[in-house]
């Protein structure tokens, strides 16, 4: 990927060939961009950082869930919490 389609990604980017500790440069900060040599202007090696709006979760099936959900109706919870933690232990989450 060049600088343009790592800027336009709108999410925080670098060069591959940078050392891992280098900070990843975010879109909304690109007058840092000077201290960039040509060779890294020119570059096509230019990674963005993957963030994940799912970190931390798992995929269900609609029957699995349709499952968990019918059998939280069943134990009659008494409140959204009881529901929620209901569903979280039957889904196994």
């Known amino acids: ?4 389609d790592a800027i336009k990604s709108g999410l925080p980017f670098r060069r591959v060939a940078w050392d891992i500790s280098e900070w990843w440069i975010q879109p909304k900060a ?9 060779v890294d202007i020119l570059a096509d ?10 970190a931390g979760s798992a995929m269900i099936t609609r029957e699995q869930f349709n499952a968990a959900w019918d059998n ?3 134990d009659e919870p008494r409140n959204n919490l009881e529901l929620h933690t209901f569903l979280i ?3 196994g989450l």
């Open 1 to 4: 990927m060049n600088i343009i």
């Open 30 to 38: 690109v007058n840092y961009l000077p201290r960039l040599r040509s």
């Open 45 to 54: 090696d230019w990674e963005i950082e993957e963030v994940s709006c799912y």
């Open 72 to 74: 939280s109706l069943r």
């Open 89 to 91: 232990k039957h889904l």
